[in-house]
C-alpha cells in the first residue's frame, strides 16, 4: 500500500480539490454569495491542481506509471498551487485592514480565500512529503482493476466540476470580457434580456 501512496494521494488530489470548488459553488448557489474575480482565479487554479493529480491517475489507470509521469502531474500541481496561492494571498492582503468586513461570509470563523491560501500551502507541503520519499511511494505497477474504477470516477467528478464552473462563471461574467470586481447577479440573464 506505502508503494502506491503517490496514486492515492493523487486520487485523493482530483476527488479534494473538486470538491472544494463544489464548496464555492455551493455557497455561489445555495448561499446567493457571488463570486469576485479572485475567486474564480483561485477556483482555476483549484482545478488545475486537481488537473496535475488526473494526469497521475490516468497514467496510472493502464496499469504501468512511470517516474517522469508522477514528475509532471506533481510538477502541474504545485505550480498551479504556488500560482493559487498568491492569488488568495493577494485577496487576503486586500482585507486585512483591521475592521474589513473581508469579501463574503466566513465559514468557520474564515473567508473562503484564507482557507483557499491554508489549502494550497498545505498541498504543496503534503507534494513535497511524498516525493521526498518517491522510492517507497511511486510504484510503477498498478493493479489495474480496484484502481481503474476509482480513478475514473474521481477524473468523471472532475469533469462535471469544471463543467459546472465554467457554466456558473458564464452566467455570471455574461457577454462581457471581464467581471465587475463586486458582482452583483448573473449578468447573463440581463445580457439577453431575460431579467431586466
Known amino acids: 500500500m506505502v508503494s502506491r501512496a503517490q496514486y492515492w494521494l493523487a486520487v485523493v488530489f482530483v476527488v479534494g480539490w473538486s470538491g472544494v470548488v463544489c464548496g464555492g459553488l455551493g ?116 493493479p489495474v482493476r480496484p484502481h481503474r474504477i476509482a480513478g475514473t470516477v474521481a477524473i468523471g467528478f472532475l469533469a462535471l466540476v469544471i463543467g459546472v464552473n465554467l457554466v456558473a462563471a458564464f452566467l455570471e461574467e455574461g457577454l462581457h470580457w471581464y467581471l465587475p470586481d463586486d458582482p452583483q447577479r448573473y449578468q447573463l440573464f440581463y445580457d439577453l434580456g431575460i431579467l431586466h
Open 27 to 142: 455557497t455561489q448557489f445555495i448561499g446567493w454569495e457571488y463570486p469576485c474575480p479572485l475567486c474564480l482565479v483561485q477556483r482555476m487554479f483549484m482545478l488545475l491542481a486537481a488537473l496535475g493529480g488526473a494526469y497521475i491517475v490516468r497514467r496510472g489507470m493502464t496499469g504501468t506509471i512511470a517516474p517522469r509521469d508522477y514528475a509532471t502531474g506533481w510538477g502541474l500541481a504545485v505550480v498551479a498551487c504556488v500560482a493559487g496561492g498568491f492569488t488568495s494571498w493577494r485577496q487576503t492582503m486586500l482585507h486585512i485592514l483591521p475592521g474589513d468586513p473581508g469579501y463574503g461570509g466566513p465559514v468557520l470563523g474564515l473567508h473562503l480565500y484564507v482557507w483557499a491560501l491554508i489549502l494550497f500551502v498545505a498541498a504543496i507541503a503534503t507534494i513535497g512529503v511524498v516525493t521526498s520519499f518517491a522510492s517507497e511511494t511511486a510504484a510503477l505497477s498498478i
